[in-house]
């Protein structure tokens, strides 16, 4: 069982930068794909970022493009997510997640993803 932790979320104004980290329990995170999700206050949860396991692959929603990176270090078992220029619209419960498989490329959708974090609080004021 892959248990996944957030971390790195907090109170930041408008056009500032925060990094969330995701650190999982179990070695067979390296060998996942890792996805960051989040959830708006009073909206459904929305695909944010994924990754590779490798870490050659990464996808970025477009409302986040230009402002978010997804990177991972396998050997320290995590996967960060670099939020910049942020926005109050940012505002959400972001969640990290990793697949099911192995050795995939990941995905948009939570289908795929088996194992989920408890979530970050990430609140920009504006």
């Known amino acids: 069982q892959v248990q996944l932790v957030e971390s790195g979320g907090g109170l930041v104004q408008a056009g500032g930068s925060l990094r969330l980290s995701c650190a999982a329990s179990?070695?067979?995170?390296?060998?996942?794909?890792v996805a960051w999700f989040r959830q708006p206050p009073g909206k459904e949860r929305e695909f944010v970022a994924h990754?590779?396991?490798?870490?050659?692959?990464?996808y970025v929603a477009d409302t986040v493009k230009g402002r978010f990176t997804i990177s991972r270090d396998n050997a320290k078992n995590t996967v960060f997510l670099q939020m910049s220029s942020l926005k109050p619209e940012d505002t959400a419960v972001y969640y990290c997640?990793?697949?099911?498989?192995?050795?995939?490329?990941?995905?948009?959708?939570?289908?795929?993803?088996?194992?989920w974090g408890q979530g970050a609080q990430v609140t920009v004021s504006s």
């Open positions: 179990e070695r067979t995170f390296d060998f996942r794909a």
């Open positions: 990754i590779s396991w490798s870490g050659d692959y990464t």
């Open positions: 997640a990793a697949e099911r498989s192995q050795y995939g490329l990941g995905s948009t959708v939570e289908y795929g993803y088996a194992y």
